[in-house]
């Protein structure tokens, strides 16, 4: 199947600063990528949906200016999480869908995000 | 607002046992995708459903799809300890939308 690498797997940061995650398409082009944020026996929600080469599409109370997402190429996505707050602390994981959006979507390994 | 509904959240099983999970919507689907995520690990796919009333096996796993297409059921027969994780459905919920909605799985767990 296709492969979907994220990194990094875990982060620790400080209160303040600013993280990136980087999803990656390794074998197939994602012209749409998602990001999904995951607490602790939850589901996975949907904070956005990044578009190559134009903006991303944010969810419903999700702060466009504190998660910032970049699809700069058809392989390539970023979230960075600005100004942390250990509020923020949470599993970040990211998927793309390797044709249409009827077919399955591949997920990252998942970054674990702390901020202390 | 549309959403993803999936009971139950939790299972607890004896090894052999068998278990099902059922996922609701409260619109119809295009489809439905159902994902298993080890503990620790990310979602990885399991198979997808797209017509009406459709039944689809892989091995002791059993995918049904409502015939109006909003609800769905996994249904695992004598479970191994291999099984646990927490299993999600997921469905596209209007025709425009491009992304997954999410079912608020089912964690189960397996006693040996």
């Known amino acids: 199947g296709a492969v979907v690498s994220q990194h990094p797997s875990w982060v620790i940061c400080k209160s303040g600063t600013s993280v990136k995650i980087e999803c990656r398409s390794l074998?197939?082009?994602?012209?749409?990528m998602f990001w999904y944020r995951q607490f602790p026996k939850q589901s996975l929600m949907l904070m956005a949906t990044s578009n190559e080469g134009s903006k991303a599409t944010y969810e419903q109370g999700v702060e466009k200016d504190k998660f910032l997402i970049n699809h700069a190429s058809l392989t390539l996505s970023t979230l960075t999480v600005t100004s942390a707050h250990p509020e923020d602390s949470s599993f970040y994981i990211c998927?793309?869908?390797?044709?249409?959006?009827?077919?399955?979507?591949?997920f990252g390994q998942g970054t674990r995000l702390t901020v202390v | 607002g549309q959403q993803v509904m999936q009971i139950p959240q939790y299972q607890h099983v004896q090894e052999g046992e068998d278990f099902t999970t059922y996922c609701n919507s409260s619109t119809t689907l295009s489809n439905i995708q159902w994902y298993k995520q080890r503990p620790g690990g990310h979602p990885v796919f399991l198979i997808q459903l797209v017509k009406s009333g459709e039944v689809k096996k892989q091995k002791r796993l059993t995918f049904q799809f409502g015939e109006a297409k909003k609800n769905s059921s996994l249904h695992i027969t004598a479970t191994q300890t291999t099984d646990v994780g927490t299993y999600f459905c997921?469905?596209?919920?209007?025709?425009?939308?491009?992304?997954?909605?999410f079912g608020s799985g089912t964690q189960l767990t397996v006693l040996p």
């Open positions: 997921a469905g596209k919920l209007s025709g425009s939308a491009r992304q997954l909605t």
């Open positions: 998927s793309a869908t390797r044709g249409g959006v009827d077919t399955e979507a591949f």
């Open positions: 074998d197939f082009q994602a012209t749409t």
